[in-house]
């Protein structure tokens, strides 16, 4: 089994397999010292040499950050995806939140989004939730005991994330512009606003916590934000809050991107085991 770039999830993951007595191919893990001289572990520099004997390669979460190189921040070197995708035609790709721009590309690569396994989306929530809750803690100097919390979005991470502040007594507001989602956030008995109406009370909260993945809390809305206030941005890619603006007013804002791969690799690699293994019993 090949494994391609990725961070410390990708690293328990080759130890987990390699635990498992299956040989595994590593191509930029570099970075990562716990891999070298593991028995059924072989590591390789040249990305042809390395995805000759394999036929499926498994790869980062998110696959890529800038759409024309591998995501590999435990290597100081770059593969581009065309590379890659020239070598493995006859192969398959799994990787994570894989963009539509990609799978258009390459039509003829067989790819996987493991992200878009409902099972693993679901529990990947779990650390990504702990994990905002860490960087609370750690960027604010107040208990969430009693804060006014308002977070943006109730998709899969705003509903765990939600749950667990409200178990340590937070007073959490949940945001959204679909009606199913403030609906599913009456109906667990959250406090909820439609998105365009946060503009009057944003000024209120101590923390707000945006899971949207495009911009919305834009100058206008910033000029209201409480300058003592944590924004914390949980969204993929540029994520949600207007990073320039939120400089310019010297707001405390914390962007958190790859929380799995960074405080629970373990349990995030144990999942990602069982549905790769899945996926690979699907396709047999």
């Known amino acids: 089994m090949q494994l391609l770039g990725g961070d410390l999830r990708l690293v328990k993951l080759a130890l987990m397999l390699e635990k498992e007595k299956k040989q595994v191919h590593i ?7 716990e891999l070298e001289n593991v028995f059924n572990i072989k590591i390789y520099k040249d990305l042809k040499q390395a995805l000759e004997n394999v036929d499926v390669i498994i790869s980062s979460i ?8 591998i995501n590999m ?4 070197n770059k593969i581009k995806i065309d590379d890659l995708m020239d070598l493995i035609k006859e192969k398959t790709l799994i990787a994570g939140t894989v963009s539509n721009d990609i799978y258009e590309k390459y039509r003829d690569v067989k790819i996987i989004d493991i992200m878009k ?3 693993l989306a679901i529990l990947n929530t779990i650390a990504t939730a702990e994990g905002a809750i860490k960087e609370i803690i ?7 005991h009693g804060s006014k919390i308002m977070i943006l979005g109730f998709g ?4 765990t994330l939600t749950k667990k502040l409200e178990g340590l007594s937070a007073k959490v507001t949940v945001v959204s512009k679909e ?12 406090r909820n606003i439609k998105l365009d109406k946060i ?5 209120e909260y101590d923390i707000i916590i945006n899971t949207i993945p495009h911009i919305i809390i834009d100058r206008q809305i910033l000029e209201k934000v409480n300058k003592n206030a944590l924004l914390l941005d949980l969204a993929s890619d540029d994520g949600g809050i207007d990073k320039n603006t939120a400089k310019e007013y010297k707001l405390n804002l914390i962007t958190a991107l790859g929380i799995p791969g960074k405080i629970a690799p373990i349990a995030t690699a144990k999942i990602l085991k069982e549905v790769i293994y899945e996926i690979l019993k699907e396709r047999k």
């Open 27 to 33: 191509i930029g893990l570099e970075k990562a010292k």
């Open 62 to 69: 998110p696959f890529s950050r800038d759409g024309l190189t």
């Open 73 to 76: 921040p435990l290597s100081d």
């Open 117 to 119: 396994n409902e099972k």
């Open 138 to 144: 750690e960027n604010t100097q107040i208990n969430i």
């Open 156 to 159: 899969r991470v705003g509903k």
């Open 179 to 190: 009606d199913e989602e403030l609906a599913w956030a009456e109906a667990f008995g959250y």
């Open 199 to 203: 503009i009057n009370e944003i000024q």
